[in-house]
């Protein structure tokens, strides 16, 4: 009897998970945001990546989009006045999907960070323990874990983990996400790891779920931000800031120009009352000379 054919320990080598991602965005993106889209891409190997999506049906043109690539997955950049930033995430074909609002990203090429990665690698994906704790942080923590977890054995990815993806909340109160990505660094003295540590990559991201939909980016509602205030209303408010603004200096400007034109009326009333004693004077004088005349006459006469 052959002991090795009882007690088999060979490591699994197939390609088995082979769940893909759908990465894609809208029409009217920058520069920066094109980059980002890329650095995305290349981070992971079993992305699919498609650009400009028409305007109209959203959800319909992932669908057949996911279909065509054998996705399972998707995330989708949604560019609203060429700088504010929306992000889907979510499964095809049942859903559910999550919007975020990006309140702030950088690219790679924004960061020139020293950390590196080999091309293809699988990352580390790393969650704090607020994960755990709330529904809603549960549901978020298994769409990340599908969307960009990349598959072992994968025909594009490197035989190695040698990155982190950190998915931190940023604090009780609200709940922003804090994505970043890390590259670990061995200090080896001949075989044996003296020390490891992470050295940022990029890009970095801060998301602000906004609400959340039962099927592939349309369905009912299942979740949504009581609190979140729209960009529009945002930029709104700013207008009427500014104007309000603008409105108390013009108002503080009038006033100041009424003050001035009463002051300068003052003053004139004050030169005209001097210039009219100086003229009553010279009359004053003019009037005693002619009296004397006039009696000096009246006399000869009689």
């Known amino acids: 009897m052959d002991i090795d054919n009882i007690f088999q320990n060979e490591k699994e080598t197939r390609w088995v998970n082979k769940q893909r991602t759908l990465i894609v965005t809208s029409k ?26 028409e305007k109209g049906d959203t959800s319909k043109q992932i669908k057949e989009l996911c279909m065509q690539h054998s996705c399972r997955s998707f995330i989708y950049f949604e560019v609203h006045r060429k700088h504010e930033l929306y992000l889907w995430i979510g499964r095809f074909p049942n ?41 809603l942080m549960i549901l978020q923590k298994e769409l990340f874990i599908h969307a960009i977890n990349v598959p072992k054995h994968h ?33 080896k003295a001949g075989k044996e ?41 945002v930029r709104l408010e700013k207008k009427l800031e500014i104007k309000k603004e603008k409105d108390f200096a013009s108002k503080k400007q009038q006033k100041k120009e009424k003050m001035l034109s009463k002051l300068e009326t003052q003053i004139d009333e004050i030169e005209n009352i001097f210039d009219r004693s100086g003229q009553q004077e010279k009359s004053d004088e003019y009037v005693t000379e002619d009296s004397n005349i006039d009696l000096d006459q009246f006399e000869e006469v009689q």
């Open 28 to 53: 009217n993106i920058s520069d920066r945001i094109r980059q980002l889209f890329m650095d995305l891409h290349e981070l992971l190997p079993h992305s699919k990546k498609e650009t400009k999506l």
């Open 95 to 135: 859903g559910p999907s999550i919007k975020y609002y990006i309140e702030n990203w950088h690219n790679c090429q924004d960061l020139k960070l020293t950390g590196n990665c080999m091309k293809g690698s699988r990352p580390i994906l790393s969650f704090d323990g607020s994960f755990t704790e709330d529904p």
């Open 155 to 187: 025909p594009k990815s490197a035989p190695c983990c040698d990155r982190v993806f950190s998915f931190i909340k940023e604090n009780p109160n609200n709940n922003n996400i804090w994505i970043r990505n890390y590259e670990i660094q061995y200090e």
């Open 193 to 233: 790891v003296i020390k490891n540590q992470l050295v940022e990559i990029g890009p970095r991201l801060v998301l602000k779920p906004i609400i959340i939909l039962e099927g592939c980016i349309q369905g009912a509602q299942l979740w949504k931000d009581v609190g979140y205030v729209t960009q529009s209303k």
